[in-house]
């Protein structure tokens, strides 16, 4: 196969190349839309075969695989087979192996509640604690006018670390997510191709990581041009954190508060503990500017916190989580 597609591009690829010297920008960047895609073709003819649902299922096992019979038990949510049939699942045989070898879990997430509630933090705690007779979160206090806290979930597939990724502790948010890539790249797409927007990503991210590191470095002096809403000089701290939210990457190897909650009520259902005695930094900021953490998901309920990015801390961990809709 792997000829073929080269075969199949090479006479493209070299079109490609012979215009870019004259082009203008706008010309310029029309190729470099079309190079993305033509290279996210190839490299997802060179990943494999793309698998169901059902299959995944077989590969991973009832203890890491959560369909929709797991969104009704926990959820109350009954998803057609032709809904389920519009959800993408965008994962190959050899990224299944690979999620089974590194003891990950996929789940199907619901944007909804049995109630026909939206299915955020603060509506999901409510559920289960009248549903159920248990409790999620140890306090909501402080985040109920939060963003992240009032954030409906999205209805779709996702492979997360059901374990911190290795290496993690005790490491700042910069390093943190230095971290998550090579786990991406290292293991995640272990002998294969890592995808193009992955790719695209990353570039963004690399694009900005000196700045990053000088921020965090400082983290506490102001910075010399932005200013927070209320005039003052914004620290940099405040700066980093507003760039890590925007960061690509960081969106799509970071869980969201309510995508972790819902992947601990998830894979709890089976017995599995996750998040019991450490906590995950998300992709989320909140409105005070600082980074959001999720975890110490005990009998008491998870709690929930923010902190600065370089903050590091032995029980400040990092999962990984992604999409498979992409």
């Known amino acids: 196969m792997g000829d073929r597609v080269h075969t199949s591009t090479t006479g493209q690829f070299e079109a490609i190349r012979e215009v870019t010297e ?33 299959q995944a299922g077989e590969i991973l096992g009832p203890d890491r695989f959560f369909g929709a019979d797991a969104v009704k038990r926990n959820y109350g949510v009954d998803i057609s087979e032709e809904e389920l049939a519009r959800i993408p699942f965008n994962l190959t045989e050899a990224e299944a192996n690979n999620a089974k070898r590194l003891g990950h879990m996929i789940s199907l997430h619901s944007d909804k509640l049995g109630n026909g509630e939206p299915l ?8 289960v604690a009248k549903t159920k007779k248990r409790k999620l979160l140890f306090s909501t206090d402080w985040y109920k006018e939060e963003a992240f806290g009032n ?19 005790d490491q700042n948010y910069l390093t943190q997510l230095e971290l998550l890539i090579a786990y991406l790249r290292n293991e995640v797409y272990k ?49 980093a954190a507003e ?14 508060p309510v995508s972790a909650l819902q992947d601990v ?18 992709s989320a900021r909140g409105s005070g500017g600082r980074l959001v953490d999720f975890g110490g998901a005990a009998s008491d309920g998870a709690h929930v916190r923010s902190w600065h990015p370089g903050h590091r801390g032995v029980d400040l961990r990092a999962l990984f989580s992604r999409s498979l809709s992409k």
């Open 22 to 54: 004259t082009a203008d920008p706008t010309t310029l960047e029309e190729i470099r839309v079309r190079l993305s895609e033509m290279t996210s073709q190839v490299n997802t003819k060179l990943r494999g075969r793309v698998i169901t649902p059902d």
């Open 151 to 169: 954030e409906t979930d999205k209805l779709e597939w996702r492979e997360t670390s059901v374990k911190p990724v290795s290496n993690t502790a």
């Open 265 to 282: 009520t998830t894979v709890r259902s089976s017995g599995v503990n996750m998040l019991e005695n450490e906590l995950t930094g998300t």
């Open 243 to 256: 760039i890590f939210e925007s960061l690509k990457i960081n969106q799509d190897i970071r869980p969201t």
């Open 191 to 239: 002998d294969l191709p890592l995808p193009a927007h992955y790719e695209e990503a990353i570039r963004e991210f690399e694009q900005r990581k000196s700045e990053l590191q000088k921020l965090i470095a400082n983290w506490g002096q102001p910075h010399p041009t932005i200013r927070l809403p209320n005039g003052q000089p914004a620290p940099n701290w405040y700066v």
């Open 120 to 127: 955020n933090m603060l509506m999901l705690n409510e559920y």
